[in-house]
T-cell receptor
Framework: EDQVTQSPEALRLQEGESSSLNCSYTVSGLRGLFWYRQDPGKGPEFLFTLYSAGEEKEKERLKATLTKKESFLHITAPKPEDSATYLCAVQTDSWGKLQFGAGTQVVVTP | DTEVTQTPKHLVMGMTNKKSLKCEQHMGHRAMYWYKQKAKKPPELMFVYSYEKLSINESVPSRFSPECPNSSLLNLHLHALQPEDSALYLC?????????????FGPGTRLTVL
């Protein structure tokens, strides 16, 4: 059975304090791994797609990496506006069905 | 333009009401999705439409009835809902190529069932 596990559940950072979020997965046939950011009461905002081990994507203070068993989302020198829930999701079928992890809630304080 | 729009933003309905949620995208995407999200939980897939045909129904109760009038529009008809159906309902769309495709989500409809 496919599984996606995110850790930690919650993360509190000081502004400028870099950290990493983890998404470990056990799936049969990965078509893509996706990172989203979600603010309270809003829809998830797409951040990155990763397809194969060794791939890396960057956007502003965020960098996503992928191995055969897990993905990391690195937040470098975070700012309060980076506070959000970060969701990891995997796709294994051709219909686009996503299986989400439970998310990591990140709070960045000034 | 990577925008998916949803209306209404908020909806309050009684258990005997009939209402509809609407979703629209103009990105030429061929797959559209309905998700349900409860507080502090990830989105749960309800339905997938690909090329305007229902591809996946995740054993959703019949009080939820999806409809895809054309490739840009997706509706979710609601009837005889229960209070536990109160949630954020999200629509998403994707290209649906042979590989993995990112889904773009709308802002959601906050549904409250009294």
């Amino acid at each position: 059975e496919d599984q996606v596990t995110q850790s930690p559940e919650a993360l509190r950072l000081q502004e400028g304090e870099s950290s990493s979020l983890n998404c470990s997965y056990t799936v049969s046939g990965l078509r893509g791994l996706f990172w989203y950011r979600q603010d309270p009461g809003k829809g998830p905002e797409f951040l990155f797609t990763l397809y194969s081990a060794g791939e890396e994507k960057e956007k502003e203070r965020l960098k996503a990496t992928l191995t055969k068993k897990e993905s990391f989302l690195h937040i470098t020198a975070p700012k309060p506006e980076d506070s959000a829930t970060y969701l990891c999701a995997v796709q294994t079928d051709s219909w686009g069905k996503l299986q989400f992890g439970a998310g990591t809630q990140v709070v960045v304080t000034p | 333009d990577t925008e998916v729009t949803q209306t209404p933003k908020h909806l309050v309905m009684g258990m005997t009401n009939k209402k509809s949620l609407k979703c629209e995208q103009h990105m030429g995407h061929r797959a559209m999705y309905w998700y349900k999200q409860k507080a502090k939980k990830p989105p749960e897939l309800m339905f997938v439409y690909s090329y305007e045909k229902l591809s996946i129904n995740e054993s959703v109760p019949s009080r939820f009835s999806p409809e895809c009038p054309n490739s840009s529009l997706l509706n979710l008809h609601l009837h005889a809902l229960q209070p536990e159906d109160s949630a954020l309902y999200l629509c998403a769309s994707s290209l649906l190529t042979s590989g993995g495709d990112e889904q773009f989500f709308g802002p959601g409809t906050r549904l409250t069932v009294l």
